[in-house]
């Protein structure tokens, strides 16, 4: 097992070269949050809440202004091959098929051509485009392309998964379907998630643990667990599972919990 931990960040951005020399305000206050492999943790807030910035922290695009990002009690230094990272728009490249977009990453790697092509075979089938490896990238649609996506965000076997809104440009019928899929990818792979969303639908469904950040600066305003997904491994339908009193309980929970104070601000 592994565990990503954030360890006491906080987090202001520095000022532009040569601009005003005003300090940013504080983004992230204080966090202190841990995800192990096999957990799936959701974030959700308000926009701008800082849950980018938490992403990218985690990812090591940005360092912290205070505190430690760790894996298994190690700082990260950087991104690293343990950590992968799939945004709502990914840039898939457009001149390769889909097999080779999922390999591409183990090429850098200087991985043989052969197991390359084995992997990614894999990975086609493990993300339910076992036909689609020949295709080209403009020739699948908005889902099938989040998929090769996230296949070619697997294919360094990362032990963490960081996802920005992977789901966000997809229409209501594909991101329903996107999402028992990522339940069942993750299942399989072992790695731990973290993922941003806009939805509180989303965020139930897929959670073991939901995450709710408070802005200005952004902290921790709940850590709650959640058990609908296991429920869906198991079987359940998603219309069964928010049809039962306790979901719409939390559905209405995390709705108050996420737009508390939010008048204040806004005045
Ligand atoms: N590169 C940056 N430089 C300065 N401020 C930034 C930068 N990126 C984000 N911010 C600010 O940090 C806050 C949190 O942004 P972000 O992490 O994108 O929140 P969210 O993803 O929850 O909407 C916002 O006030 C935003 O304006
Ligand atoms: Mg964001």
């Known amino acids: 097992m592994s565990t990503l931990s954030f360890r006491d960040i906080s ?23 841990s ?13 701008g809440s800082g849950k980018t910035s938490l992403l990218n922290l985690a990812a090591g695009f ?17 991104p690293g091959a343990d950590r992968a990272v799939v945004f709502q728009d990914d840039a898939l490249y457009p001149w390769l098929n889909a097999r080779d977009n999922i390999a591409f990453p183990l090429k850098l790697q200087h991985v043989a051509s052969q197991h390359r092509r084995v992997r990614a075979d894999e990975l086609l089938e493990l993300v339910g485009l076992a036909d689609a490896g020949d295709r080209r990238i403009w020739e699948l649609s908005g889902g099938m392309r989040q998929r090769v996506g996230i296949a070619r965000a697997l ?37 731990g998630a973290l993922l941003i969303t806009h939805s509180i639908e989303e965020a139930l469904l897929l959670a073991t643990r939901v995450v709710v950040l ?22 359940a339908s998603p219309a069964q599972i928010k049809s039962s009193p306790l979901y719409k309980r939390m559905h209405d929970g995390l709705t108050s919990l996420i737009n508390r104070n939010a008048n204040e601000d806004a005045a």
């Open 155 to 191: 294919a360094s076997d990362p032990r963490f998964l960081l996802m920005d809104e992977p789901l966000g440009a997809l229409d209501a019928l594909t991101r329903s379907r996107m999402q028992g899929f990522l339940l069942n990818v993750l299942q399989k792979s072992g790695a």
């Open 62 to 78: 940005i360092a912290p202004t205070e505190g430690t990002i760790t894996v298994d009690d190690v700082p990260i230094a950087g």
């Open 11 to 33: 987090l202001r951005y520095a000022p532009q070269n040569g601009r005003s020399r005003e300090l940013h305000p504080w983004v992230l206050e204080r966090i202190n949050l």
């Open 35 to 47: 995800i192990a492999t096999g957990e799936f943790v959701v974030i959700i807030g308000r926009s």
């Open 214 to 235: 408070e802005p200005d600066p952004g902290r921790l305003a709940a850590d709650i667990p959640v058990g609908f997904a296991g429920e869906i491994l198991a079987g």
